[in-house]
């Protein structure tokens, strides 16, 4: 069995800037920094080093070579990795002394995926295996009818939401994992507390994984709710929180843990993630996890 995560690979550009740039000005930075990024990139980074077998699929330019590096570094399939020659994804993102962020996203070779190059990859998947998908590539209603002919478990953290995909038939979608923004936007319910209940109405046989921030989670399927609370922890940077979370409660469930043994490590996992600075960096090992 393994999980197939045809997601976004990112570059991100770091500025630490002094102010952010003003119309019309051009200003010097403090100081740069080149990370990997993109939600993609980062679930399957978790699902590695949660110890889940995972292939990576998606689109890099030439200039993305060292993200193929990365996640192979990392014991992540890259066999199905597209080359092509638009420039990899990539953020241009300022960083302000207050710590506030503006950011530019380019979704470059993210953007151009074809369904032959869709299609010839989840033609080497079977009905054993799951697929975990994001939205930050192209293609999503391609893929996720190439997944359900092919059998697959499909996967949707609907993250970014989009005007597309509001407009997107997601009924063939057997797990959702999303967190209070996005159910707030696939349900309009402001309550979290009410969010898998609507959710449950629109796709009835789907399971549903919300994740509250430092308020923890719920999981729920045909009507049966679990509960797991976050780790309190003094949290430094919250990025990839989601990204640890759902690849650690993933590969705990392809090992056949239950829901409530999945929320536990995956709780565990996403607060050794807060309180350290980063996206994937901030990832932790399963051995770290006590
Ligand atoms: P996203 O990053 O997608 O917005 P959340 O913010 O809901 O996702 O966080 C996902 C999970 O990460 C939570 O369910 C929780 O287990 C953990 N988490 C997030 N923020 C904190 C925090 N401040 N303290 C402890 N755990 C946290």
């Known amino acids: 069995m393994k999980i197939l995560n045809f997601g976004s690979l990112n570059i991100d550009h770091v500025y630490r800037v002094a102010h952010f740039v003003a119309p019309g000005e051009t200003a010097s930075v403090l100081s740069y920094q080149k990370n990997a990024g993109g939600k993609g990139l980062n679930q399957s980074i978790a699902l590695a080093r949660a110890g889940a077998p995972v292939c990576h699929a998606g689109q890099i330019g030439r200039d993305g070579g060292f993200l193929a590096d990365l996640l192979s570094a990392e014991g992540v399939d890259v066999t199905h990795l597209g080359v092509t ?29 074809s369904a032959d190059y869709m299609r010839s990859v989840v033609a080497c998947f079977g009905a054993e295996d799951w697929l975990l998908l994001q939205n930050e590539v192209a293609g999503l209603p391609t893929l996720l009818s190439l997944a359900k002919e092919r059998g697959m478990r499909v996967i949707l953290n609907p993250s970014p939401i989009t005007e597309e995909l509001l407009h997107t038939d997601l009924s063939a979608v057997d797990c959702f994992i999303l967190n ?8 309009g319910e402001t309550e979290p507390f009410a969010v898998p209940d609507r ?10 994984l919300l994740t509250l921030g430092a308020d923890g989670a719920f999981w729920q399927v045909d009507g049966k709710r679990v509960y797991g609370s976050a780790c309190p922890v003094e949290a430094v940077d919250t990025t990839a929180a989601g990204d640890t979370f759902t690849g650690y409660f993933l ?20 607060a050794i993630a807060v309180t350290r600075p980063g ?3 901030s990832v ?4 770290e996890i006590g």
């Open 85 to 113: 020659d638009q420039p990899t994804g990539h953020a241009v993102i300022q960083v302000n002394p207050e710590g506030q962020n503006c950011i530019l996203v380019c979704a470059g070779a993210n953007g151009t995926v």
């Open 180 to 187: 209070e923004t996005e159910g707030y936007a696939l349900t």
């Open 199 to 208: 959710l449950a109405m629109l796709y009835p046989r789907s399971e549903i």
């Open 251 to 270: 590969a705990a469930r392809a090992e056949g843990a239950s829901a409530e043994e999945a929320l536990s490590l995956a709780a565990k996992a996403a």
């Open 279 to 281: 996206a994937a960096a």
């Open 284 to 287: 932790p090992y399963r051995r």
